[in-house]
């Protein structure tokens, strides 16, 4: 008997047909990358036409990496944002200094003592598991070894890093995480969103939650 849904969130959306493929396909969420190196970084104008076109009960996600909070403040004052996503080296008052709840991404590939790591960000919604270290901030299609999943933290995890269609379902069966983040794996060029590999990824995290 299934008892939880997997949420999914599909990350780095840089067009707005691309954020309407997701919500279609049944997604729970989309991110935006506010970080300029990034290859998937969109400007708020680009932002805002984002999420114009999105349905109700879709959440948007703004990811930041180390940015002053002058500039979160002026892309919230642009963009209606749901949540917040840090990659950096934030402390927990940065991150819970804009009166909304947040994501704090966990670099995986440093295998972290994540016991600490929920302690540190006890005020954060949730912890996102992703293959990341330095300057790379996610979307590297790479996956960490999942075996360094803690079975229970404070916080809800989110699990990201080398996500796709072909090994979704495995990863909800067996860690059963509360939501899955995903974005070169559902991708035709990168920052391009494929709708059928999106369709795809969102029917496969549903084939786990249904495995017994």
């Known amino acids: 008997m299934q008892t939880h849904r997997t949420r999914v969130k599909i990350c780095g959306i840089t067009r707005p047909e691309d954020g309407l493929a997701a919500a279609r396909a049944g997604a729970d969420a989309i991110g935006l990358v506010f970080y300029p190196p990034s290859a998937r970084y969109v400007d708020t104008e680009t932002a805002r036409g984002i999420v114009d076109l999105l349905p109700p009960f879709v959440s948007t996600v703004g990811l930041f990496v180390n940015a002053d909070r002058s500039w979160i403040r ?42 600490l790591f929920s302690q540190r960000f006890k005020s954060a919604a949730g912890l996102l598991l992703d293959n990341f270290g330095g300057a790379r901030i996610g979307g590297s299609g790479e996956r960490f070894d999942w075996t360094l999943i803690p079975a229970q933290v404070h916080q809800p995890l989110i699990l990201a890093g080398g996500l796709d269609c072909d090994n979704v379902t495995e990863a909800v069966r067996r860690y059963r995480p509360f939501a899955v983040d995903v974005s070169s794996g559902v991708e035709s060029a990168k920052g391009i969103k494929d709708p059928t590999l999106i369709t795809n990824f969102i029917q496969a995290v549903a084939e786990g939650d249904n495995c017994v």
């Open 74 to 115: 002026q892309v919230l004052s642009q963009v209606p944002l749901h949540l917040l996503q840090f990659h950096g080296d934030e402390e927990p008052g940065d991150c819970s200094a804009f009166g909304l709840p947040y994501l704090k991404a966990v670099p995986m590939r440093t295998q972290p003592d994540i016991a």
